[in-house]
């Protein structure tokens, strides 16, 4: 009377494959009907880095992991949307609670500063922010000269305050195990006309000390688009002697290729055509290249 | 003695024949393995995420392993009426606490163990799998013996945890038991927050009260190393020894507290 295991028929085998397949073929069918609710904008429900690092008990650096995970996937997002009008407000509050959770996370310090300074579309274009992020984490590894070297990079590059990232690697230069580079890198900074030399300098360093990929991929982009504003330069040259030789700017690539000012119509070095501007004569990236923005052209 | 290492192997055959322990304790290695599809979704950090999810997931299934073992040791036997027949032979009520506690925790390291061994054969695949130039922007490397620091102050504390967990169960209800314990290891996380209470609050009374919780609890983030050794941050000997003493001083007394209630706990 149901103590004994019993041996069922052939017939509930076939209905479990039966129902099986049922059930995925209304998987299907619902797929593409159902009305999807419209996509809401993230929510940091935890604003406090104090907060969350009472809350995550014991489990601080998984926490971070997640927050980390969390900041690159938004900053990820935010950049690929399509949105006009791009927001990147939370990716500051998430660098801060994954580095209170995480005092010693040093690629969150020094990618998330390389994100936070980036330039609009392409980031927040937060270059305070991001001196604010290494800031902390030099109060929490007061002898890391990378930290140093990156507040003294956002100085240059993205704020344009030579002394400022001058004093900064001669800040870093002092530190135990700080390279031999970084004390001349602070002449170069303020070594009049030599700008586009020093930012390549600072670029080519940022790759060689780079602990990880995604800083390196940053820095062989940052030399290209170095290359793309000496091109520039080049290009609006010729655009400025046609407008001199036939007193208007050229239509397009192909009055300078015509004329043989141009063997060929010129690409940037991301293999992506110039865009030439008929009425002013000016030459930028393409703002499908992956060089788009470019720094001198977003001032 | 052999009162007690009886009693003990029975609780270690019964968690063997308990299919949850197991799935925990699979769960555990399924989530360390899983970490290498984590650590896709970011920045680098793969060998950190590794790291930190595997710590992680040792300490917290062992956490909810020695809580919820640890409350239903005593209060089953109670419960089912099968602790008259273990009183009735030749065991005193101190030699069956301390048996079932040594019996989980016997388990528990048991448990610990393979964890170490699936978290390690995890990083393994990972040092085998990357490029040497990758390897120089570790902190630490992927096999670094140091991780086995955090692992042993993990097992301390899941001791402790499970003493904690016995000792409420010798008086209070089973949820109330989950409670206090879960309570007991919030708390001792809190440990610097309760110290410097005065600073944040006004009251005169509050950060005094706070300070005398901070001495009589265990301070649980003293045995929490696994941020540093993941850093690859030096963790001192001593400050291993002086936390593993101070929390095997807080198992006595909290074994001690479990005989003394459930010798006099009426059973009929």
């Not at chain 1, 690409?267 to 990236?285: C, E, I």
């Amino acid at each position: 009377m149901g103590t004994k295991p019993v041996k069922h028929s052939g017939f509930l085998w076939v209905a479990l494959v039966v129902l099986l397949v049922s059930a995925t073929g209304s998987q299907v069918v619902l797929e593409g009907k159902l009305q999807r609710p419209a996509l809401l904008p993230g929510v940091q429900w935890v604003q406090s880095p104090g907060l969350m690092r009472r809350v995550a008990v014991g489990f601080n650096a998984i926490w971070a992991d997640i927050y980390w995970i969390r900041a690159v996937q938004y900053y990820g997002d935010t950049k690929l949307s399509v949105d006009g009008k791009k927001n990147y407000d939370q990716l500051y509050p998430l660098l801060d609670i994954t580095t209170s959770l995480d005092p010693y996370f040093s690629i969150a310090y020094r990618f998330g500063s390389i994100l936070l300074s980036e330039g609009y579309p392409n980031g927040p274009g937060q270059a305070d922010q991001a001196i604010t992020l290494l800031e902390k984490g030099i109060r929490e590894t007061p002898n890391r000269w990378q930290y140093y070297h990156d507040a003294g990079f956002v100085k240059y590059w993205w704020t344009r305050d030579a002394q400022a990232a001058a004093d900064w690697f001669l800040k870093g230069a002092k530190l135990p195990g700080a390279p031999n580079w970084l004390e001349p890198l602070a002449a170069t900074v303020l070594a009049e006309h030599g700008e586009r030399e020093a930012s390549r300098e600072l670029w080519v360093q940022l790759a060689a000390t780079a602990e990880h990929d995604w800083i390196r991929k940053a820095a062989e982009r940052g030399l290209k688009q170095l290359d793309a504003e000496a091109h520039i330069e080049i290009l609006e040259g010729l655009a400025q002697k046609f407008y001199d030789t036939y007193g208007r700017f050229p239509n397009g690539w192909g009055d300078l290729t015509g004329i043989k000012w141009l063997r060929r119509i010129p690409v940037d070095p991301a293999g992506q055509f110039y865009v030439l501007d008929p009425v002013t004569g000016t030459v930028n990236v393409s703002p499908r290249s992956p060089l788009y923005p470019l720094r001198s052209r977003t001032r | 003695m052999r009162s007690i290492a009886i009693i003990a192997g029975g609780v270690f055959r019964d968690s063997i024949r308990d299919r949850i322990g197991y799935g925990l304790v699979f769960f555990s290695i399924m989530l360390m393995a899983s970490s290498f599809l984590l650590a896709q979704l970011t920045a680098g950090q793969d060998v950190k995420i590794i790291k930190d999810l595997g710590l992680a997931a040792a300490s917290g299934i062992g956490l909810f392993i020695a809580t919820f073992f640890g409350i239903g040791l005593v209060t089953k036997e109670v419960e089912r009426r099968s602790i008259y027949s273990v009183l009735s032979k030749p065991v005193t009520r101190t030699q069956f606490v301390i048996g079932k506690y040594l019996g989980l925790v016997l388990t528990l390291l048991i448990n610990l163990s393979i964890m170490v061994a699936a978290f390690y054969a995890v990083l393994w695949y990972l040092d085998l799998t990357t490029v040497s130039s990758a390897k120089t922007a570790w902190e630490a490397p992927a096999m670094d013996p140091q991780m086995l620091k955090a692992f042993a102050l993990i097992g301390v504390e899941l001791m402790l945890i499970t003493a904690t967990a016995i000792f409420f169960s010798t008086f209070s209800s089973p949820f109330l038991s989950v409670a206090l314990t879960f309570a007991v290891y919030v708390v001792g996380h809190f440990g610097e927050d309760l110290k410097n209470l005065n600073s944040i609050v006004k009251s005169m009374v509050l950060p005094f009260v706070a300070k005398g919780v901070y001495y009589v609890m265990p301070n649980l983030s003293a045995l929490d190393v696994k941020s540093a050794v993941v850093h690859g941050l030096p963790v001192s000997g001593t400050s291993m020894l002086l936390a593993t003493g101070s929390c095997l001083l807080y198992i006595a007394t909290l074994l001690v507290g479990s005989v003394l209630i459930f010798s006099r706990r009426d059973l009929k």
